[in-house]
């Protein structure tokens, strides 16, 4: 990967939804090097898939993050395990880690009964595997660009934020199979999308519109494999203590100014804070942490990382019509 993909990573994370002319602008080269290079991006496994951020509750859901560690788990229980939560339609976020947690779970369920319920259902099953889990409720999510591709500065203004007072937006069938579609594939063309709705092209056009004016869609952006990218995950989990308005601002702007944190998460339960940190592993990912830990001595309590060496779907609500996004 050279420096010509970073780019196109970096703009597609800033908005996957635009269109080839727009990047190849951004980039001062063509249309057809930026689709040749995409596909590339693709085949090659480095470019999982695009996405949009939405506000899950505009949506009617209620989201819940779990963190797991596991026991006596061979090969053929794990398969059965990630077959079984890879298929669940109200679970988006399957990451597996080592660290704090071997597995991290991202349930979206119609609300707090429902999502106990699944609970329920995944223990039922799988609680030999089980040693405990932690349980939060993200009450603020905030993504940031990956300036750390491009060696970007990053601007305080590229923010995009789920989490304030909202209520339910009453969606249509034909607005949630739009949704449903963009969730899948934030790529996905106009005339697609028409197509199998069954709504002409500019109602497909008005309805993305009014997910995105809404605030039910925040942004569109990537899933790259951080691996191959040779930036892994690391989700840190933080214990906050003597937390004032001031020192969390601070906190947040340090974070959102960070090369390398993109996800700020504010959470209720075991933990305060939870941040996705892509980074090199060893001592770049310890230098970030040790750095925080000094700057934010009064205010950080504990720290517990995880490093992802595994995302299965990482999107904030169900695909909720599957069968849309079939040939």
């Excluded at 809404?214 to 790259?224: A, D, F, K, R, V």
């Amino acid at each position: 990967m050279d420096l010509t993909d970073k780019k196109i990573l970096y703009e597609l994370d800033r908005n996957s939804r635009q269109s080839y002319s727009s990047i190849a602008k951004a980039l001062k080269t063509s249309p057809q090097v930026v689709k040749y290079r995409v596909e590339s991006l693709y085949s090659s496994g480095l470019l999982e898939y695009c996405w949009p951020m939405i506000e899950y509750r505009k949506a009617g859901y209620f989201f819940g993050a779990y963190f797991f560690k596991l026991q006596n788990i061979d090969e053929e229980a794990e398969e059965k395990l990630y077959s079984y939560l890879n298929s669940h339609p109200n679970i988006p976020i399957i990451m597996r880690g080592e660290g704090y947690a071997d597995l991290i779970l991202g349930i979206c369920a119609k609300g707090i009964f429902h999502l106990n319920d699944i609970m329920k259902d995944l223990n039922n099953k799988f609680s030999e595997y089980f040693i405990e889990y932690d349980t939060t409720i993200p009450i603020g999510f905030s993504q940031f660009h990956r300036s750390y591709l491009v060696g970007a500065q990053k601007e305080s203004a590229e923010i995009a934020f789920t989490g304030a007072e909202v209520g339910e937006v009453v969606l249509g069938e034909e607005e949630r199979r739009v949704l449903s579609m963009v969730n899948y594939n934030a790529r996905v063309p106009l005339v697609e999308i028409a197509r199998k709705v069954r709504i002409g092209e500019g109602t497909a056009k008005l309805i993305l519109r009014k997910l995105e004016r809404s605030g039910i869609i925040q942004s569109y952006t990537i899933l790259p494999d951080h691996v191959l990218l040779g930036k892994p995950r690391h989700r840190v989990l933080f214990k906050l203590r003597n937390l004032t308005s001031e020192k969390e601002k601070k906190l947040f702007t340090y974070c959102q100014l960070h090369p390398n944190i993109v996800h700020h998460l504010r959470v209720l339960g075991n933990w305060d804070l939870i941040l996705d940190i892509e980074v090199e592993r060893g001592e770049p990912f310890r230098k970030i942490i040790q750095e925080m830990k000094h700057k934010f001595s009064e205010i950080i309590q504990r720290v517990e990382p995880t490093y992802i060496y595994k995302i299965d779907q990482f999107r904030d609500i169900p695909i909720e019509y599957p069968q849309l996004n079939k040939d």
